[in-house]
Every structure is written in C-alpha cells, then in structure tokens.
C-alpha cells in the first residue's frame, strides 16, 4: 500500500507586511510546497490576522496566467481564503463579505479551480439576532441555508470548492455579551447538518484541531465521525491549555463573563482583559517553544487511516511568532512547524524527510467571466 503524504503550506496572514514576490520567496526558502493565499477585503472590518496578497479587484485571465507561472517558478501550489461573518453582522458589511467571496470564486475558477486544487476559505459567521430567538440555532442554519445555496450552485458550476474553518471566533464578539460563538462551523454537529441542508460536493472544510482543543473534544475523535470525504485542508495550529485562577472560577468552556469591574474587585473575581480573554489558552505552532496539548502522532495517524492526503497548512497566530511582529521569529516559527511535521507527513530519502508528490499548476487558459454579485445569484 502506498504511504500517504501530505504537503505542508503556509497561510499568508502570517506575512501581512510583504509583496507577493517576498511571499513566495520565503515559503519557497522556508521548504513549504504551497501557499493559501490570503485575500481579504482591504476595506474589511477585521483587523486580526489578516491580509490581501492579491489584486481581487483587478484580476482577469492575464493575471491568473502570471500567477500561475510565478507560482510554478517557485515550485508551489496555491488556495485562496478571506474569512469573514457572511450571515451576521451588520447587514451592509455581510453583502459586501458575500459579494467579496463570489469574486474569489471567479478568480479561483480563471486560476483552474478543481483542476488545480485551487480552492476558496471562508467563515459562514453567525446572526445573533437570529440566535437570540427561540430554537436560533436552527434559524442560523436555514439563514445559512439562503446566503449559501446560491453561492454554492455558482461555485458548482465553475468548478471551483468552497471550504469552511471551524474556528468559533469567540472573541469576535464582545466579552460584554455571554454568547459568543460567532461562526457556525465551530462545532462539527453544524457541518453535518450544512452538508446535508446543501448536498452539493463543492463545499468542504478546513479543520482546525486547534479550536477543540480548549473546547475539550479531542480531534482523533472528531476526523473518526467526519465526513472524509468533506475535509480538504487541515490548519496547523495548536492549543497550550493554561492553568488560572480565573479558569477555576469561571470553568472551562466559557470561563469569564464581564461584569462590573468595581464590583469584580471588590469580590476578587477575574474579569477578561480584552474580548479574546476568555479561554485560558495560548495559540502556538507544533515544535516552536515549547509542548502543547496536541497528540500530533495520533491526529496524523487517524488522517492517514481515512485516506486523507490534502494540505497541512501553517495558520501562524502564535504569541511567540507571529505576535511578535517580528519576521525573523515569523520564519523560525514555520522552519521548525515544518521540521516538526515533516517525519509524520514525508517519506524518508536519501536526504532526510522530502515530500515526493509534488506537481506543477496546469498552465489553464480560461475565458474571462463577469464579476457576479449576491443580488444577481438570489
């Protein structure tokens, strides 16, 4: 049986500062086989962790040509993703997310989509006001259903997969509010259900292991009751579970709310610091400062059992890494994930650990195709 292999990429987010020349230099100095290209509105309303290292706005068969070539001088394959609330939020801003994620399904289709394993990442979010209702689960699920069915069909008929991260966004929300898990995917039991309210095959997943860690679910045992055939990307990403005196009073899945700070004083109960300060964990990258609460060998081992050979890509948003601003530390960070993984994922030669599969982009010449909007779709 032939041993299964994964390639290891880079998330663009982490290099926010540099071209996509210096991009693509670096993923290719750093032993990296692709890069999920990152492209998120410039005029968003997020400020974490993001970054735009192509030209959505001016992109046309020309452009998908030079891209192509660059990436294949540099021996890397490529995604794209922008991930942002597309079914909550301030209505005008979600539009404008949504219509944001159907230009980058036309440009996944010029760059060869399917045919070149160019895919689009995105959050699905999640409408609170929706949420506050009686059975708001179920009515995110069917608001999901509306935004998405036609953005999926039109993703269908281009070729192109759309795949989803499962990343909560707990701090994405206020920590003034007691609810706060703002992305629909964030729990496996809502991906099931999506897959089966759209049966399309052109949706999938990313998986971060790293969000259910804190949330005490183990991830060997979330691939085992997937959908396999769903998951398309794995984020490299980990938890380190801290121990606090806050934990301990708030408990461990959502463990402070705010309340008032005099009054939190005065009882000598933690209250959070900023709207991420929820969890008591700390993000970090496999083999780069220290141990963390990932059994890598057992997560890689069930992947392989199912079939799975997709990429590994590197989400860098560690606080000794990409936290620092510091790009040197940004490097180290990726050079030791990929040493850290690279004997779990590729096969041993004659120079070390080596990744074998590796194939250039199809040089796909497509017809430009208009920009299209939600309105037009629905």
């Not at 990343?167 to 994405?172: A, L, S």
């Not at 052109?202 to 259910?212: Q, R, T």
């Not at 963390?292 to 590994?312: I, K, T």
Request: with cysteine; net charge negative.
């Amino acid at each position: 049986m032939k041993q299964i292999q994964n390639p290891i990429w880079l998330m663009s987010s982490a290099y926010d500062k540099l071209n996509q020349a210096e991009l693509l230099e670096t993923a290719a100095n750093l032993g990296a086989q692709g890069i999920d290209l990152c492209a998120f509105r410039k005029d968003g309303a997020r400020a974490d962790h993001t970054a735009t290292h192509i030209d959505y706005d001016h992109f046309g068969p020309d452009q998908a040509k030079a891209i192509l070539e660059n990436f294949n001088s540099k021996g890397l394959r490529l995604s794209l993703g922008a991930f942002e609330n597309m079914i909550g939020g301030d209505e005008a801003e979600r539009r404008q997310n949504q219509n944001h994620l159907l230009k980058l399904i036309r440009i996944a289709h010029l760059l060869g989509a399917d045919e070149n394993d160019v895919m689009v990442g995105t959050f699905v979010g999640y409408n609170h006001e929706l949420g506050n209702q009686i059975d708001g689960f179920q009515k995110n699920l069917e608001e999901y259903k509306r935004v998405f069915e036609p953005i999926i069909r039109y993703a269908e008929d281009l070729g192109v997969t759309v795949v989803y991260e499962n990343c909560p966004m707990e701090g994405w929300r206020s920590s003034r509010y007691s609810s706060t898990f703002n992305n629909l995917p964030g729990v496996l039991a809502a991906r099931k259900l999506m897959y089966a309210m759209i049966p399309s095959p052109a949706h999938g997943e990313i998986y971060d292991p790293s969000h259910d860690i804190w949330q005490n679910t183990d991830p060997v045992e979330v691939i085992e009751e997937m959908d396999i055939s769903r998951l398309k990307r794995v984020h490299v990403k980990t938890t380190r579970m801290l121990s606090s005196k806050a934990r301990v009073e708030w408990g461990g899945m959502y463990p402070m709310q705010q309340v008032n700070a005099d009054l939190a004083k005065l009882a000598g109960v933690s209250i959070p610091q900023n709207d991420w300060d929820r969890h008591h964990y700390t993000a970090m990258l496999p083999g780069f400062g220290g141990t963390d609460d990932m059994d890598w060998n057992s997560f890689v081992e069930v992947l392989h059992d199912r079939g799975f050979s997709g990429p590994f890509e590197i989400e860098n948003e560690a606080k000794n890494s990409k936290d620092t601003q510091n790009l040197a530390a940004i490097n180290q960070g990726a050079k030791a994930c990929i040493s850290f993984l690279s004997p779990l994922l590729w096969i041993l030669g004659d120079n070390g650990y080596q990744y074998t599969e590796q194939s250039k982009l199809k040089e796909i010449s497509r017809k430009d195709i208009p920009v299209r909007s939600i309105e037009e779709l629905s």
